[in-house]
C-alpha cells in the first residue's frame, strides 16, 4: 500500500476560495490525511472550519503550529493570502518541512531573492499547485506537441477573462482586501498570469525572452484589472496573452490555443473534457477520454468511465497525487524529479515574467527576461 501523509494547512478556511478544493482534493484518492489546522485568523472562522472537516489538532497561529507538528506532519500546505506566503516559507524552510503552496509563491523578484537565500534544492521539498495543467486534456495536449502532432510549433493564445470585479460571484465575499493592492506586479498578473505562465511552460517547455504588455483599470477598485502580454520566444514562437476581471460574461474563461504547421489545438477550461484538434487537410476532431489518448492507460484520469465528466476538483486531486509520488521519491531517495511538479525556478521564472511585463508596461516597449 502506498503511505499516507500528514498534512497541516496553513489558511484555506471555508470562508475562503482555495481551502475546500485543496482539502477535498488532498483526500480524494487516499494519499493525504489533514490532521492540524491554523485555518484563519479570525477565532470562530478557525474552530468551525476544524469541525466541519473533523481536523483535532487546531492553532491560533502558524508559528505554534510549526513548532508543535513539525515531528508529526509529513508536509503542510500553504493556502493564506498571496502577501503571506514569504514569511511562512522561510519559516518552514528554516524547519526543512515540506512545503506545498498555493501560486504563487511570492509577490516579487525581491521575495524570491529571500527565498534563495534559503532554499537549498538537494535538501528542500517545495512544491507549487498549479492545478490546470493537471486535467488529462491538458497533459494530453502536452504529450501531442512533445511528439510533434502539431508540427512546428507557431503560436500559442491564451486568455483568462473573469467578470468578477464588475459582477462579483454571490457564492463568496469578493473581492477580498488583498486583493485590492497592487505592487510592481499587478496582482491580477499574480493571480492569474501566473496560471498562463505556467500553462505555456507546461505545454512548450520553453520560456519567453522578451515581453511588450499593456495594463488597464476601468473598475470601482482603481487596481490593474485588465492585461494583455505579448511574448516572442528564442525559437520563434510568438505567445499572446489575455487577463482580465472586468469581462462580463466570463466567469473564469480559461481558453488555450495552439497553432503549428501541421495542426492546431483549442482547449476551454469549461468544457475540460474536449480538446479540439484542427489539420491541414481540413479535417477538425474532438477528443475525450473516451477517445484513443496517450492519457488513458491512468487510472487517475479515468475514476468514472467516459461520459461522466471530471473537472477542476479530480485536475486538483492528481496533482497532489503527483505530489504525493514526489513525497514518496523525496523521503526514500531524497530527490523528486517529476514532469507535473514545479518548484522554485519555475516559480522564480513565473516572476521575472511578470516583472518584465510590469517594465514593459511602463517603458512602453518590449523588455528583454
Same mark, same amino acid.
Given at each position: 500500500?502506498?503511505?499516507?501523509?500528514?498534512?497541516?494547512?496553513?489558511?484555506?478556511?471555508?470562508?475562503? &476560495?482555495?481551502?475546500?478544493?485543496?482539502?477535498?482534493?488532498? !483526500?480524494?484518492? =487516499?494519499?493525504?490525511?489533514?490532521?492540524?489546522?491554523?485555518?484563519?485568523?479570525?477565532?470562530?472562522?478557525? @474552530?468551525?472550519?476544524?469541525?466541519?472537516? /473533523?481536523?483535532? =489538532?487546531?492553532?491560533?497561529?502558524?508559528?505554534?503550529?510549526?513548532?508543535?507538528?513539525?515531528?508529526?506532519? *509529513?508536509?503542510?500546505?500553504?493556502?493564506?493570502?498571496?502577501?503571506?506566503?514569504?514569511?511562512?516559507?522561510?519559516?518552514?524552510?528554516?524547519?526543512?518541512?515540506?512545503?506545498?503552496?498555493?501560486?504563487?509563491?511570492?509577490?516579487?523578484?525581491?521575495? $524570491?531573492?529571500?527565498?534563495?537565500?534559503?532554499?537549498?534544492?538537494?535538501?528542500?521539498?517545495?512544491?507549487?499547485?498549479?492545478?490546470?495543467?493537471?486535467?488529462?486534456? %491538458?497533459?494530453?495536449? !502536452?504529450?501531442?506537441?512533445?511528439?510533434?502532432?502539431?508540427?512546428?510549433?507557431? +503560436? $500559442?493564445?491564451?486568455?483568462?477573462?473573469? @467578470?468578477?470585479? #464588475?459582477?462579483?460571484?454571490?457564492?463568496?465575499?469578493?473581492?477580498?482586501?488583498?486583493?485590492?493592492?497592487?505592487?510592481?506586479?499587478?496582482?491580477?498578473?499574480?493571480?492569474?498570469?501566473?496560471?498562463?505562465? /505556467?500553462?505555456?511552460?507546461?505545454?512548450?517547455?520553453?520560456?519567453?525572452? +522578451?515581453?511588450?504588455?499593456?495594463?488597464?483599470? /476601468?473598475?470601482?477598485?482603481?487596481?490593474? *484589472?485588465?492585461?494583455? $502580454?505579448?511574448?516572442?520566444?528564442?525559437?520563434?514562437?510568438?505567445?499572446?496573452?489575455?487577463?482580465?476581471? &472586468?469581462?462580463?460574461?466570463?466567469?473564469?474563461?480559461?481558453? &488555450?490555443?495552439?497553432?503549428?504547421? *501541421?495542426?492546431?489545438?483549442?482547449?476551454?477550461?469549461?468544457?475540460?473534457?474536449?480538446?479540439? #484538434?484542427?489539420?491541414?487537410?481540413?479535417?477538425?476532431?474532438? %477528443?475525450?477520454?473516451?477517445?484513443?489518448?496517450?492519457?488513458?492507460?491512468? !487510472?487517475?484520469?479515468?475514476?468514472?468511465?467516459?461520459?461522466?465528466?471530471?473537472?477542476?476538483?479530480?485536475?486538483?486531486?492528481?496533482?497532489?497525487?503527483?505530489?504525493?509520488?514526489?513525497?514518496?521519491?523525496?523521503? !526514500? =531517495?531524497?530527490?523528486?524529479?517529476?514532469?507535473?511538479?514545479?518548484?522554485?525556478? /519555475?516559480? =522564480?521564472?513565473?516572476?521575472?515574467?511578470?516583472?518584465?511585463?510590469? #517594465?514593459?508596461?511602463?517603458?512602453?516597449?518590449?523588455?528583454?527576461?
Amino acid at each position: 500500500m502506498k503511505k499516507i501523509y500528514k498534512l497541516a494547512l496553513i489558511g484555506g478556511s471555508i470562508n475562503s &476560495i482555495a481551502g475546500y478544493p485543496h482539502f477535498i482534493a488532498s !483526500q480524494m484518492d =487516499k494519499r493525504f490525511e489533514v490532521t492540524a489546522g491554523v485555518f484563519s485568523r479570525n477565532r470562530d472562522i478557525n @474552530e468551525q472550519t476544524a469541525k466541519r472537516w /473533523h481536523v483535532k =489538532k487546531l492553532y491560533d497561529n502558524y508559528q505554534d503550529l510549526i513548532q508543535k507538528e513539525k515531528s508529526n506532519v *509529513d508536509a503542510i500546505v500553504i493556502l493564506t493570502p498571496t502577501p503571506k506566503h514569504l514569511e511562512i516559507v522561510l519559516a518552514l524552510l528554516k524547519e526543512n518541512i515540506p512545503i506545498i503552496c498555493e501560486k504563487p509563491l511570492a509577490n516579487s523578484k525581491e521575495e $524570491i531573492h529571500e527565498i534563495e537565500k534559503v532554499y537549498k534544492e538537494d535538501e528542500h521539498f517545495l512544491v507549487i499547485t498549479n492545478n490546470y495543467s493537471a486535467y488529462p486534456m %491538458i497533459r494530453e495536449l !502536452q504529450e501531442r506537441i512533445k511528439n510533434s502532432e502539431l508540427g512546428k510549433v507557431l +503560436q $500559442i493564445r491564451l486568455k483568462m477573462p473573469q @467578470e468578477s470585479f #464588475l459582477r462579483a460571484p454571490k457564492s463568496i465575499k469578493y473581492p477580498q482586501k488583498w486583493r485590492l493592492t497592487d505592487g510592481f506586479i499587478p496582482m491580477i498578473s499574480l493571480d492569474l498570469g501566473a496560471h498562463l505562465h /505556467h500553462l505555456a511552460y507546461f505545454l512548450l517547455q520553453e520560456e519567453p525572452i +522578451q515581453v511588450s504588455a499593456t495594463y488597464n483599470s /476601468h473598475s470601482k477598485y482603481k487596481v490593474i *484589472d485588465d492585461v494583455n $502580454i505579448l511574448s516572442e520566444y528564442e525559437s520563434g514562437i510568438k505567445s499572446n496573452m489575455w487577463l482580465s476581471k &472586468i469581462a462580463l460574461g466570463n466567469r473564469n474563461g480559461l481558453h &488555450i490555443e495552439v497553432y503549428g504547421t *501541421d495542426a492546431s489545438a483549442s482547449w476551454h477550461q469549461e468544457n475540460p473534457e474536449k480538446l479540439e #484538434l484542427s489539420y491541414t487537410n481540413g479535417q477538425t476532431i474532438t %477528443i475525450d477520454r473516451g477517445s484513443d489518448i496517450n492519457m488513458i492507460e491512468n !487510472q487517475l484520469y479515468n475514476r468514472m468511465t467516459p461520459g461522466h465528466p471530471a473537472g477542476y476538483i479530480e485536475s486538483f486531486a492528481n496533482l497532489y497525487n503527483d505530489i504525493a509520488n514526489s513525497l514518496d521519491d523525496y523521503f !526514500q =531517495k531524497n530527490n523528486y524529479t517529476n514532469r507535473y511538479i514545479y518548484s522554485l525556478k /519555475h516559480a =522564480k521564472d513565473g516572476i521575472d515574467f511578470l516583472h518584465s511585463a510590469s #517594465l514593459s508596461n511602463k517603458s512602453k516597449k518590449w523588455e528583454s527576461i
